[in-house]
């Protein structure tokens, strides 16, 4: 009698340990599908902000800024290459969730389209030119007669697009990446370009005495993230991540390491 008493206590022991094994895996399992993972669109020709390794992985401050705010709100992150103009057509299409492209936030007509996280970045806008180009020293040094390259999408393509309509340069020449810009510019194929301080600053470390900066800066601009407009939840995500990475000095560490490199 006393045998069986034990064996039916030690089946009900076995099958009380089974269950609670069963619910340990089943709690694992519900946490790792909460855990989204978002698709993150940019045009990595945008350095330091957006770029690429030598094996071709998307890398840049914007990528290590949103996979440490994804960290800290519990979500993950996988990139997309795409062109800068075709980013936010993606977004309003659901093919990504995030943009990450160093984007001015202040644009009036991205703000009607898409929804801004907080600022991260303020960069300013600058004229390049070659190295030994002592004729242009600002803006104002732009002539009638002169070709002004700019990134496709970008302020500096409206700056140079408005520059143009106002008659102070002979063209705008938008381009797709700012290394065939830039290319142009060191070949003689336009006078300058236009485009943001710390993007040129990038440039200049890569391709020392090739292009210099001229002038005080056009204008100044801030770079968000952008989201499907209406995204509530997902801005409020990155706003939260954003801030609490500031705080710990998250932020502070990968600027330095990008703009230091």
Known sequence: MKKSIIAVLLAMVLV????????????KSAGDAEKVTYKVGTEPTFPPFDTTDEEQNIVGLDMDLIKA????QGFEVTFENLSFDGLVP?????????????????????????DFSDAYYESKLMVAVKEDNNTIKSVDDLTKDMKVAAQTGTTGANKTQELQK??????AVILNGLDTAMLQL?????????NDKPVTEAYMKKQPDKIKMVGEPLNAENYGFAVKKG??????????GLK???EDGTFDKLVDEWFNK
């Open 231 to 240: 995204n509530t939840e997902l801005v409020e995500k990155i706003n939260a």
């Open 186 to 194: 060191i070949n003689g194929d336009v006078s300058a370009v236009i």
């Open 69 to 72: 705010i994804g960290k800290d």
């Open 166 to 171: 106002q008659g102070k340069i002979k063209e």
């Open 16 to 27: 009380f340990s089974l269950a609670a094994c069963g619910g340990s895996d089943s709690d």
């Open 244 to 246: 609490n990475i500031k």
């Open 90 to 114: 993606a977004l309003k299409a659901g093919n990504i969730d995030i943009i990450a492209a160093g984007m001015n936030k202040d644009d009036k007509d991205r703000q009607a389209q898409v």
